[in-house]
Each structure stands twice: as structure tokens, then as C-alpha cells.
């Protein structure tokens, strides 16, 4: 019989794992405009708030849902396909898996949203296989919970610049990209049909320690130490 040492064949099976994530996250799609409908009737009432979270938490593409103090915080997952443009002039297109963290504050006579959004493609996905010990089964919820800390840095403007450069810092390493502009979707709601477009963290790829210039590296530590080792 013949053994195989997965944790030794990253190389090989990234391409297949990445692949089946992003099947995965499609079978398993967020309705973005639903959800962001829906969440204009919320009642300020710190009960409906639960309720409305409960229900949520069983939506397809809802990673997480919980109550805070002036409303509700909610992680979905959608994929999407998105064609870049410059100056006007498409470049190419390509399929993404998107994080949004969606903030509502609910009032007795206003309401609110924040947003931020990561994106990922499926070459994104491979990096990760190949360049850290992220677990071979599961990768989607592996990445589900990298793309929850990455959007509460990003929130916390936790963004590395090196060289032009933009890093969202990782526990293991870190996902170099830039921001994007994308308009916002009148479907999504009153609150989105006049609002400003929303910045995206575009993820281009995957960096772990070795893969890092020395700067970057000394900038990962630094930020990173205390949380390494905890």
C-alpha cells in the first residue's frame, strides 16, 4: 500500500482544494440584497435584534450574526464575478469569493449601515494551501475565519503599506492586495441607492514568511508578535 503524506503534497493539491472551496462558496451563496432589504425593518428593541439574528444565522452564506449595542454585525459570503476596469477601459474578468462585514445601527427614526468587504479568488485560495499550515480539509471555513480577522483589521485600519504596496496582516503570513471601488447596489436597499460607492479590499495573493521582502517581514512581526505569542 502506498502512503501518502498529505501535509507534503500542499503543492499538488492546492490547485483542486481552491477549486472546491469556490464551488463550495457558490452552492452556499449569500442573497446579499435579501439579507441588506430585510435589515432596513429592523426594530431598534435589543429582543428583535436576537430574533432577527437567529434567523439569520440559518441563511445560506451568513458565517456569522450577533447582536452589539447600537444593532447587529453580520458576516455573509457570496460569490460574485467582477470585471476590472482603468481609466474607464475593461481589463479582464475573473470569479471572487466576498467577505462583507455588514454593521446596522438601528434607531427609533434612522438606521445605518457600515460595510467592509474583502475579496478572494481562487489563486487567493491556492497561496494559502501552499504557503501555510492552514488545514487541508475545510478550507472554506479555514478561510471564513482568516477573512473575519482580516476584515476586523481592516476595519481597524490595519493596513501595511511597503513600497506602494498594501498587506492585510495574517496570524501566518499576510494577503497582499489594494483597494477597489465598487458602486453600491440599489437592490440592497433605500440606504444604499444614493450612498457612497464601497471600498474592497482586492486580495491578490498569499504571502507566508518566506515568501515576504525582509520589510514587509519586520513590519508583520512587529504588529504581529503579541499575538503570536499568546
Not at 432596513?40 to 428583535?48: D, E, L, Q, T, V
Amino acid at each position: 500500500m502506498r502512503v501518502v503524506d498529505l501535509e507534503h503534497a500542499r503543492g499538488s493539491l492546492a490547485r483542486g482544494l481552491a477549486g472546491q472551496a469556490l464551488v463550495d462558496a457558490a452552492q452556499d451563496n449569500a442573497d446579499m440584497a435579501r439579507i441588506l432589504m430585510e435589515l432596513h425593518s429592523i426594530a431598534p428593541n435589543p429582543r428583535s435584534r436576537q430574533r432577527f439574528a437567529a434567523r439569520l444565522r440559518g441563511r445560506r452564506g451568513v458565517v456569522s450574526a450577533r447582536t452589539v449595542a447600537d444593532g447587529l454585525v453580520i458576516l455573509l459570503r457570496s460569490v460574485m464575478t467582477v470585471d476590472l476596469r482603468k481609466d474607464g477601459a475593461a481589463c479582464f474578468r475573473e470569479d471572487r469569493i466576498a467577505w462583507t462585514r455588514v454593521h446596522v445601527r438601528s434607531g427609533k427614526r434612522a438606521i445605518g449601515f457600515q460595510m467592509d468587504a474583502v475579496h478572494a479568488t481562487r489563486h487567493v485560495l491556492q497561496r494559502r494551501v501552499e504557503r501555510s499550515d492552514c488545514p487541508l480539509d475545510g478550507l472554506l471555513g479555514d478561510m471564513d475565519a482568516a477573512m473575519a480577522r482580516a476584515l476586523t483589521r481592516l476595519a481597524q485600519g490595519g493596513v501595511l503599506t511597503d513600497r506602494e504596496d498594501d498587506y492585510l496582516l495574517a496570524q501566518r503570513g499576510v494577503w497582499a492586495g489594494g483597494t477597489e471601488v465598487m458602486p453600491a447596489d440599489p437592490a440592497w436597499g433605500p440606504a444604499f441607492r444614493h450612498g457612497a460607492a464601497l471600498e474592497v479590499f482586492a486580495i491578490r495573493t498569499f504571502l507566508g514568511e518566506e515568501e515576504m521582502r525582509p520589510t514587509v517581514w519586520l513590519g508583520w512581526s512587529e504588529a504581529t508578535s503579541g499575538a503570536r505569542a499568546a
